[in-house]
């Protein structure tokens, strides 16, 4: 078993920051996580992130794997947890690699992709089915796809594959986009984009690979012959195995103004809290708040 005083679990904005400040505070920390750069990384164009005019997730991910290097970070990845459980004032956390002890521990996991739930999604995932525009959208280019959401994820997405595919349909479930306003008016120009609103997707569909989309929209069943599907239908948090702390109804860890979550030593920060806004610049700031309030707890013992 590993241990460490600290442990942080995820790489995403809040976790990386939140190593960031525990470096700089001479911790003894370890960080675990899947990957690093979290749903930051999915994004094709990050405009609000406060001293980066414009910046792609990738390349955001390249700084935030550049600015981890500065220290020598015990970090292992890729490696995800499955449990956490606390005994004798002590964290165990048990992951799909090796288990970790520590007396203080930062949750900061996000939020994964929701699943669409209809025939054929699970079949064609990776076969022309994909929950990452950045990540898979240019196995696409030249090609029609279908972009299901009306969220910003979803607007970043057909926006993205506006520039890379021939067609892109987009189909939202309900009246109108919920997405920010830069986003529909941008989506709105793009010469390639075709828009089907109040529909429902019911079938995902092919052979060895997506050919299509089956869905009903005002009262009418179609299907779109399209080579590539894009499903971004919002995030769950990743908070599972962190029962022992306290969740609302959507799973979000509730935590304080300083991310404490009301078991002594456990912390939260970033998607995975139910702070209401979620976005990188708040997700790292959360980092950096989670890591000082670890850091007064650790030294209050
Ligand atoms: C397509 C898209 C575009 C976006 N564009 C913008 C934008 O332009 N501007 C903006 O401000 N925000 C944007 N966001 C939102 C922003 O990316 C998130 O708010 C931010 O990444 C949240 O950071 P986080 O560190 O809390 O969580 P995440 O980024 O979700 O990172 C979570 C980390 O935890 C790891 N992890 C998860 N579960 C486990 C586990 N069990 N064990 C170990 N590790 C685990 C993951 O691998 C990941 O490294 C966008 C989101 C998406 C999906």
């Not at 986009?177 to 429902?200: C, H, M, P, Q, W």
């Amino acid at each position: 078993m590993k241990q460490a005083d600290l442990l942080i679990i995820g790489g995403g904005p809040a976790g990386v920051t939140a190593a960031i400040y525990a470096a700089r505070k001479g911790l003894d920390f370890m960080m675990i996580s899947r990957d690093i750069g979290g749903q930051a990384a999915w994004s094709g164009r990050i405009e609000n992130y406060t001293g980066c005019q414009v910046v792609s997730g990738p390349e955001l991910t390249a700084r935030f794997e550049e600015h981890l290097k500065k220290f020598s970070i015990r970090l292992v990845q890729p490696e995800t947890a499955l449990s956490l459980t606390r005994d004798s004032g002590r964290f165990r956390v048990s992951g799909e690699k090796d288990a970790y002890s520590a007396s203080a521990v930062i949750v900061a996991t996000g939020k994964r992709s929701r699943l669409l739930g209809v025939k054929g999604e699970k079949e064609f995932l990776g076969r022309g089915l994909t929950y990452c525009a950045v990540c898979d959208g240019p196995l696409f280019a030249g090609r029609d796809v279908a972009v299901i959401g009306g969220g910003n994820s979803a607007l970043d997405a057909a926006l993205q594959m506006s520039r890379i595919a021939s067609r892109v349909y987009v189909l939202e479930s309900s009246g109108d986009f919920t997405a920010d306003k830069i986003l529909v008016n941008r989506l709105s120009a793009a010469g390639n984009v075709e828009i089907y609103k109040n529909a429902s997707v019911m079938e995902v569909r092919g052979g060895r690979f997506v050919e299509g989309i089956r869905f009903s929209a005002q009262g009418k069943e179609s299907i779109l012959p399209v080579r590539g599907v894009f499903v971004e239908i919002g995030l769950a948090p990743n908070s599972e195995f962190a029962a022992i702390a306290s969740r609302n109804e959507k799973g979000e860890i509730k935590v304080d103004c300083s991310n404490g979550t009301g078991v002594p030593g456990l912390f939260a920060a970033g998607d995975v809290t139910d702070v209401p806004e979620k976005q990188i610049v708040i997700a790292a700031g959360d980092g950096a708040k989670a890591a000082l309030s670890a850091a007064r707890y650790l030294l209050s013992l």
